[in-house]
């Protein structure tokens, strides 16, 4: 059973920086890109940023776009979210996983999760 692993989750100060990480424990195959989602409290999990292994390309929610960054190396099946300039609002706890279909902003399309890892910003 893979298994996906987050870390790098915290308490930052608004304003501040985290880079989350998520590595997987062995090798999917057949994963077309990993992508990160995020779930606050009463909300459902939303769709954050992702990468597309095949193209390379990344696609961001427009309430990040210019503040996160998403990296990733496909043949290690890792991913990392930069993120820059947090918000009280960015608070949430932030999954990784990984999606063998093309379309990278839906949770549905993703088959693999990891447990999560909590982001705090405080005002």
């Known amino acids: 059973q893979v298994q996906l692993v987050e870390s790098g989750g915290g308490l930052v100060q608004a304003g501040g920086s985290l880079t989350l990480s998520c590595a997987a424990s062995?090798?999917?195959?057949?994963?077309?890109?990993m992508g990160w989602f995020r779930q606050a409290p009463g909300k459902e999990r939303a769709f954050v940023a992702a990468?597309?292994?095949?193209?390379?390309?990344?696609y961001y929610a427009d309430s990040v776009k210019g503040r996160f960054t998403i990296s990733g190396d496909s043949a290690k099946n890792t991913v990392s979210l930069q993120m820059n300039s947090l918000k009280p609002e960015d608070t949430a706890v932030y999954y990784c996983?990984?999606?063998?279909?093309?379309?990278?902003?839906?949770?549905?399309?993703?088959?693999?999760w990891g447990q999560g890892t909590q982001v705090t910003v405080s005002s």
């Open positions: 990468i597309s292994w095949n193209s390379g390309n990344t």
């Open positions: 996983g990984v999606t063998k279909f093309a379309t990278f902003t839906g949770a549905r399309s993703y088959d693999y």
């Open positions: 062995a090798r999917i195959y057949g994963s077309r890109g």
